[in-house]
């Protein structure tokens, strides 16, 4: 189906009633859009809508037949005005974008415009979303979004996937061959973002998503801010794990001129995992963060009033930040546990410094990791590897200061980390400034910190601190045992 309309708005509108089904299988274009091709001079819009327990299907579409075209089961596109393509389905229902291909871009959605590019898959209560298998010869594996102009503040290109309570989204197997964004790609000259987001008791997962160069799972690139967001409601899950992206950002890319963040936000009783994603020549194992901003560059939220769980563990990268790398000019990761059970940061590596986290401030650089209310609340760092510095943790500011702070009752753990260079389980470090190290809690009990079996090759088996000036302050008990500095280390 073609809704095309030169020098007027191009529309496709298609709808069913509860219990519906709206399929487009196997089929194969020449051109852009393997099942769906819509393009206007001034403008475009998609609409497809699913009632009650109805099944909307993309599956086994092509726009690959040559090396130019884009969209595997759908292109959207325009010369001037916006394009929008909303799918939107009913409680009780399924969204299916699966096993489409494109020889360029989008292999399961392409959106295009030098105004606003929009696509939203939106659902109800008790559903299922899936993008599943998709493959681009270029960017976005399963969903491609651009915009191009560079005149006006407020262009945007946006990917919205949401859905109800008790619903699912999955995006699995799905590849960039050549560029970025194994599962989503968002670009724009201005305004970028990518959310993705389910109600209470739903799940949010990346899994073998894979980019050739950066975002295994998410791309996120704008020219003046970046937003990439994911959110689990109420005893939800975000699972992230066994994604690639060579280059950089293993799980998650994002990169912006001026304001760019990554927002991860689970509910009371919520888990969110990170897990064996793989930067394998770059930087963040599972997430890699480029700004200019003065705010939260990666924020983690995790069990807002109840007990969640933040894991990150088993992420790899070739060069600094083994799960997390952020770098900007004023360079702020923000991990708040105050509601959560556990945060639990294990088996990280990095072929640079940071085994778990890296944070390069080309001004300061500042990490803030609140833990639980109450003792039993903790936060662990376990067997971390760096090549270089920071086993677990390395930090830097270049030309003002560099401030670790981590609060709150419940206990921080660093055991078994290593790093070839200095500080086995944190280096800190500011050429022009000064380093603030803080540890401590509100709580009664007796350690706060406990820093066991960490070894360095170089200075610090446990904490390496250089700059022109340093505070470090421990409140409320510290432990160091069994850690060790010049050491050999062999992998």
Request: hydrophobic fraction near 35%; aromatic fraction near 8%; avoid cysteine.
């Amino acid at each position: 189906m073609t809704g095309t309309a030169p020098g007027i708005r191009s529309i496709v509108n298609l709808s069913t009633g509860d219990g519906g089904k709206i399929k487009f299988t196997d089929n194969n274009s020449k051109g852009d859009g393997g099942a769906i091709f819509a393009y206007g001079i001034n403008g475009s819009s998609i609409n497809i809508a699913g009632g009650k327990n109805s099944e909307v299907a993309f599956t086994g579409n092509r726009a690959a037949d040559n090396k130019y075209k884009r969209g595997g089961a759908v292109a959207n596109t325009a010369s001037t005005d916006p394009v929008s393509l909303l799918i939107t389905a009913g409680e009780g229902s399924a969204v299916d974008v699966s096993n489409n291909e494109a020889s360029r871009a989008g292999g399961g959605i392409y959106s295009f415009s030098i105004s606003n590019s929009s696509v939203r898959v939106n659902s109800g209560d008790d559903t299922r979303v899936y993008f599943i298998g998709n493959i681009s010869g270029e960017d976005g594996g399963a969903i491609y979004s651009e915009s191009t102009e560079q005149n006006y503040n407020d262009r945007i290109s946006e990917v919205v996937v949401s859905a109800g309570d008790k619903s699912d989204i999955l995006f699995v197997d799905n590849k960039a061959n050549a560029n970025h964004g194994g599962g989503i790609s968002s670009v724009s000259a201005k305004q970028s973002g990518v959310s993705v987001q389910t109600g209470d008791g739903g799940s949010v997962s990346f899994t073998h998503n894979e980019a050739k160069k950066y975002g295994g799972a998410v791309y996120s690139s704008g020219g003046t801010t970046s937003l990439v967001h994911m959110e689990a409601g109420k005893n939800g899950l975000i699972s992230v794990s066994d994604n690639s992206g060579a280059s950089g950002g293993g799980a998650v890319y994002l990169s912006a001129q001026n304001e760019g963040r990554v927002e991860i936000n689970g509910g009371a009783n919520s888990v969110v995992k990170f897990e064996r994603n793989k930067a394998a020549s770059g930087f963040g194992g599972a997430i890699s963060a480029y700004s200019n901003s003065s705010g939260d560059t990666v924020l983690f939220k995790v069990g807002a009033e109840g007990r969640g769980q933040l894991l990150i563990n088993g992420n790899e990268a070739g060069s600094d930040g083994g799960a997390v790398y952020v770098s900007s000019r004023i360079a702020i990761a923000r991990f708040d546990g105050s509601g959560a059970h556990m945060f639990q940061f294990d088996s990280n590596k990095s072929g640079g410094s940071g085994g778990f986290l890296r944070i390069n401030g080309q001004n300061q650089a500042f990490l803030y990791m609140t833990s639980g209310d109450s003792a039993d609340k903790s936060i662990t760092f376990s067997s971390n590897y760096a090549a270089k510095d920071g086993g677990a943790i390395s930090f830097a500011a270049t030309n003002d200061t560099s401030n670790l702070v981590m609060q709150g009752s419940g206990k921080y753990f660093f055991t078994g980390s290593m790093a070839g260079g200095d500080g086995g389980a944190i280096s800190a470090t500011s050429k022009n400034g000064v380093v603030n190290l803080g540890f401590g809690g509100s709580g009664s009990f007796a350690a706060p910190a406990e820093f066991r079996n960490n070894i360095s090759g170089g200075l610090g088996g446990a904490i390496y601190v250089k700059s022109k000036g340093a505070d470090v302050n421990f409140t409320g008990g510290v432990l160091f045992r069994g850690n060790k500095s010049g050491a050999i280390i062999a992998g």
